[in-house]
């Protein structure tokens, strides 16, 4: 396994500064988390800059993960409501805005709360946050009914704060992706690099490709053998790696494995799905 990923470009620390600055301004924080990996991709940071502020929880490309878990996970940050001031925890797919109604209805009782304590009524402000790639575009794209953010496969695409309004008025601010100094456990960052958080040039796309078929081989092995037509799971990654490569015919002169591109295919196809619901953290 791949050691540690220390990962903390310049941009990072002014968006955790931008955060800290706006939200004196904001009524509530809606926090997107990815459904494949919600423990890794919930910033450590955010809890501790978002503080006591009203927050609706996000699990996006739901469709992507497993049905099951997806359940076990809303349940999970529902009992968490109360000491950590969660109005709402929903299960959305971002991508086709299937049940995106769900989070507006969320969002307008919101607004009765904050108008119904506060002694002038204006629109509500938002602020949403996230580890980068996580569906912050695609989610405010929704919300707003137009191409208001770029949106991406790779981290970074947004660059700077953006103030937008929705269609019943509230005021929205986006932030980039945030991730944090250090990951102390590896299986951290390697989550964040499968689910394409971290560039993949931060680890190799070969190496990456390797650790995801150890992975779904110890915990998807039927997904893996079926995707890619294997006679058998063996017993270690780097058989599995080969056969695949075989199976696809990802070989170079001397008929020599190409490791790169038999990597980069498995990368891929688990990041849209193909391989088939897959939830690498579980309750």
């Keep these: 396994m791949i050691d ?43 809890d501790e800059l978002i503080a ?45 805005g299937e049940n995106i109604k769900q989070l507006l209805k969320a969002l307008e009782a919101e607004q009765t709360r904050r108008n119904s304590v506060k002694s002038v009524a204006r629109p509500l402000r938002l602020m949403i946050v996230g580890v980068p790639n996580v569906g912050k575009s695609s989610l405010i794209n929704r919300l707003t009914g137009k191409r208001s953010a770029v949106t991406g ?37 390697l989550n964040l690099a499968f689910c394409g958080s971290i560039r993949d040039e931060i680890l190799g796309i070969q190496d990456l490709g390797f650790e995801l078929i150890r ?36 070989l170079m002169s001397g008929k020599r494995i190409d490791y790169e591109r038999t990597g980069r295919t498995v990368v891929d196809e688990f990041r849209g799905g193909k391989i088939g619901r897959i939830t690498l953290e579980k309750l």
């Design 4 to 46: 540690n990923i220390n990962w903390y470009p310049g941009h990072m620390k002014k968006t955790r500064e931008l955060i800290k600055e706006n939200l004196k301004a904001v009524d509530c924080v809606v926090e997107i988390i990815d459904s494949r990996i919600p423990v890794s991709s919930r910033n450590p940071i955010i």
């Design 215 to 250: 992975v779904l081989g110890e915990t998807y092995p039927e997904l893996l053998k079926e995707r890619y037509k294997l006679d058998e799971i063996a017993e270690t990654p780097l058989e599995n790696m080969d056969a695949i490569a075989v199976k696809r015919g990802f």
């Design 52 to 96: 006591n502020k009203r927050r609706i929880i996000v699990l996006g490309k739901s469709d992507l993960a497993d049905e099951t878990e997806n359940r076990k996970w809303k349940e999970h940050f529902e009992a968490e409501a109360d000491e950590k001031n969660i109005a709402r925890v929903l299960v959305l797919n971002l991508q086709s």
């Design 153 to 189: 496969d790779r981290p970074g695409v947004t660059r700077g704060k953006q103030w937008l309004t929705l269609n019943n008025g509230m005021q929205l601010l986006d932030t980039p992706g945030i991730l944090w100094p250090k990951f102390e456990d590896p299986n951290v960052g």
